[in-house]
């Protein structure tokens, strides 16, 4: 199982950043795929999830309305695109593979991508 994460940076304050997961080795289609992130300092924390068909998604609270998960299954991508950043969305974000039942669990992990918003 391979995930990778790619498309971090630095961004300013109130700007975005779009983030891919790109997949391999499994069958991306039947899983649902999240996102978490870690700052400096801090335990990760769940950031979004969505489903194997990309019907619903699931966003925790201080990003919910700011960030936006979909995937291309034919691509087996999934994004996450990042708008109104703020300093504490700092972070490295990862991508994995889950279930929901009912909470998003993760299954595996891949490489992350360290994001860095500036004040």
């Known amino acids: 199982v391979q995930l990778q994460a790619s498309g971090g940076g630095l961004a300013q304050t109130g700007g975005s950043l779009r983030l891919s997961c790109v997949a391999s080795e499994f069958t991306f289609s039947s899983y649902a795929i999240g996102w978490f992130r870690q700052a400096p300092g801090k335990e990760r924390e769940f950031v979004g999830a969505?489903?194997?068909?990309?019907?619903?998604?699931y966003y925790e609270g201080s990003v919910k309305g700011r960030f936006t998960i979909s995937r291309d299954n034919s691509k087996k991508t999934v994004y996450l695109q990042m708008n109104d950043l703020k300093p504490e969305d700092t972070a490295v974000y990862y991508c994995n593979r889950g279930y929901f039942g009912p909470d998003y669990s993760p299954l595996d992990w891949g490489q992350g991508t360290l994001v860095t918003v500036s004040s």
């Open positions: 969505i489903a194997w068909n990309g019907g619903s998604t």
